[in-house]
């Protein structure tokens, strides 16, 4: 669970908006997520010296943005 805290309620406490009920779901809150798939499927990371590994990566399913659902793009790979 470490890494949805640190996906969700602490971005929302360093840009300031954790008053305002983004970075967790309750009722009356701004309703904002994403539902995301974990593929096995390999996939090639670049770090910043240049260090090449492979990883499963998360695929974006659904984004629900103010409660609405907003329509995903599928994915296509990294763009050149």
């Not at 970075?23 to 010296?49: C, F, I, K, N």
């Not at 990566?57 to 995903?72: D, F, I, K, M, S």
């Amino acid at each position: 669970l470490d890494v949805l805290e640190r996906v969700t309620w602490r971005p929302a406490q360093l840009l300031g908006l954790a008053g305002e009920g983004y970075g967790r779901l309750q009722p009356g809150g701004p309703a904002d997520l994403t539902v995301l798939r974990w593929t096995e499927e390999p996939y090639l990371l670049r770090d910043s010296t240049g260090e090449v590994l492979q990883a499963p990566r998360l695929e974006p399913l659904y984004t629900v943005r103010a409660g609405h659902l907003v329509p995903c793009v599928p994915w296509r790979g990294v763009a050149a």
